[in-house]
């Protein structure tokens, strides 16, 4: 069972300190949402989202509340609702896979609450509009919003720097993903030549609407193996976990999966009491069509696992992604030199771009350009 983060220790704490100051017996789920507004974190940010400033949401149910006549130095006791809700927040998390309680999971427990509670009603008398709160808490793709990273959000917002010079291996992807079958690719390449560069450069054409129409308004999620099977020591958690986001997925359609060294993820999940492996939960996805998946791989890594089991050989189609030449790379590295320099604070000689990519071609054979 998921267990209480500190934020949600500390939302208790202060409602707790809430209730005192009220001169309050008891704590109910009013002096929780106030504590909740104290926080900058999603129910601050859903608030603004609807144009309310959070102090005034906070004195407007202070007021409600009206001052108690506890002596000092009472010791104010949860009410049944406080606790239900406290409940039905630890009941949201467990139903994401989560290993913590979260501010999240308390927020739409509250907002999940009796419509005639005390707390909503005082809420809409304030102006609150509590159905669009909640729509806009209420994930889809909540296992996936934890264990993934949403590439396209990440482009929206300006944190992934832009590809340069693979745009073939960018246009092969874009076909394979609209072809009818076979369109799941999988990038094929040494490591360090920029797979994940070119998963994030799609990422930016989604953003930007510069792809066919079936790629269009779709999320491009990353996958990291660890976060799915972290956690999952016993026999059934990790395929409970992954069964859950691949339903996510295909629910939602409008999600492709980026998995980064997608032979490691082929092989996850062999846990204790001898669990199934990812690739025996994905494979029949896939046949169905219900996921879409970018995978990245070496070559070594693509013909042991996936050019050897016909069912994912028959399901992915290769990307070969090749080293840049030195010159290739010295383009690359001068299309991300602006980054840098605003990232560090420097400013980055001409002369030092060329240095090293010669220092790094000669000197480090086991590496590959532009890593």
Same mark, same amino acid.
């Given at each position: 069972?998921?267990?209480?983060?500190?934020?949600?220790?500390?939302?208790?704490?202060?409602?707790?300190?809430?209730?005192?100051?009220?001169?309050?017996?008891?704590?109910?789920?009013?002096?929780?949402?106030?504590?909740?507004?104290?926080?900058?974190?999603?129910?601050?940010?859903?608030?603004?989202?609807?144009?309310?400033?959070?102090?005034?949401?906070?004195?407007?149910?202070?007021?409600?509340?009206?001052?108690?006549?506890?002596?000092?130095?009472?010791?104010?006791?949860?009410?049944?609702?406080?606790?239900?809700? +406290?409940?039905? #927040? /630890?009941?949201? $998390?467990?139903?994401?896979?989560?290993?913590?309680? *979260? &501010? !999240?999971? %308390?927020?739409?427990?509250?907002?999940?609450?009796?419509?005639?509670?005390?707390?909503?009603?005082?809420?809409?008398?304030?102006?609150?509009?509590?159905?669009?709160?909640?729509?806009?808490?209420?994930?889809?793709?909540?296992?996936?919003?934890?264990?993934?990273?949403?590439?396209?959000?990440?482009?929206?917002?300006?944190?992934?720097?832009?590809?340069?010079?693979?745009?073939?291996?960018?246009?092969?992807?874009?076909?394979?993903?609209?072809?009818?079958?076979?369109?799941?690719?999988?990038?094929?390449?040494?490591?360090?030549?920029?797979?994940?560069?070119?998963?994030?450069?799609?990422?930016?054409?989604?953003?930007?609407?510069?792809?066919?129409?079936?790629?269009?308004?779709?999320?491009?999620?990353? +996958?990291?193996? #660890? /976060?799915?099977? $972290?956690?999952?020591?016993?026999?059934?958690?990790? *395929? &409970? !976990?992954? %069964?859950?986001?691949?339903?996510?997925?295909?629910?939602?359609?409008?999600?492709?999966?980026?998995?980064?060294?997608?032979?490691?993820?082929?092989?996850?999940?062999?846990?204790?009491?001898?669990?199934?492996?990812?690739?025996?939960?994905?494979?029949?996805?896939?046949?169905?069509?219900?996921?879409?998946?970018?995978?990245?791989?070496?070559?070594?890594?693509?013909?042991?696992?996936?050019?050897?089991?016909?069912?994912?050989?028959?399901?992915?189609?290769?990307?070969?992604?090749?080293?840049?030449?030195?010159?290739?790379?010295?383009?690359?590295?001068?299309?991300?030199?602006?980054?840098?320099?605003?990232?560090?604070?420097?400013?980055?000689?001409?002369?030092?771009?060329?240095?090293?990519?010669?220092?790094?071609?000669?000197?480090?054979?086991?590496?590959?350009?532009?890593?």
């Amino acid at each position: 069972m998921p267990v209480p983060s500190s934020t949600i220790e500390q939302i208790v704490a202060l409602a707790l300190a809430e209730a005192q100051h009220q001169r309050s017996t008891i704590l109910g789920t009013p002096h929780l949402f106030i504590a909740l507004t104290r926080l900058d974190g999603a129910t601050v940010a859903a608030l603004q989202a609807q144009g309310h400033k959070p102090k005034e949401v906070r004195d407007g149910l202070r007021v409600a509340l009206g001052q108690g006549e506890a002596p000092p130095g009472t010791e104010p006791q949860l009410t049944r609702r406080a606790t239900a809700n +406290l409940q039905r #927040a /630890g009941a949201l $998390a467990a139903g994401e896979g989560a290993d913590h309680v *979260e &501010e !999240r999971h %308390l927020l739409v427990a509250i907002l999940q609450d009796d419509a005639a509670s005390f707390t909503l009603r005082t809420l809409r008398a304030l102006g609150v509009d509590i159905e669009a709160l909640r729509a806009g808490l209420t994930s889809a793709t909540p296992i996936l919003d934890r264990v993934g990273r949403d590439l396209t959000a990440m482009a929206q917002a300006g944190k992934i720097d832009p590809l340069i010079d693979r745009k073939q291996e960018l246009r092969q992807l874009v076909r394979t993903l609209v072809r009818k079958k076979k369109n799941n690719p999988v990038l094929v390449g040494p490591a360090g030549v920029g797979k994940t560069a070119i998963a994030e450069g799609l990422a930016r054409l989604i953003a930007a609407g510069r792809v066919p129409d079936e790629l269009k308004n779709t999320r491009l999620v990353e +996958l990291p193996t #660890a /976060g799915l099977v $972290a956690g999952t020591t016993y026999r059934g958690q990790f *395929e &409970e !976990r992954l %069964l859950g986001l691949v339903e996510e997925v295909k629910q939602a359609g409008d999600v492709i999966l980026f998995i980064d060294e997608i032979h490691t993820i082929l092989r996850a999940g062999a846990v204790e009491g001898g669990a199934l492996d990812a690739g025996n939960i994905l494979k029949p996805a896939l046949a169905r069509g219900d996921l879409r998946v970018i995978g990245a791989t070496t070559t070594d890594e693509y013909r042991q696992y996936i050019a050897q089991d016909a069912a994912l050989e028959r399901r992915f189609q290769p990307v070969w992604v090749g080293e840049p030449t030195p010159a290739e790379a010295l383009t690359i590295l001068q299309g991300v030199k602006e980054r840098y320099e605003a990232h560090h604070g420097v400013a980055i000689a001409k002369d030092a771009l060329e240095t090293a990519v010669q220092l790094s071609a000669g000197w480090m054979p086991d590496r590959h350009l532009p890593d």
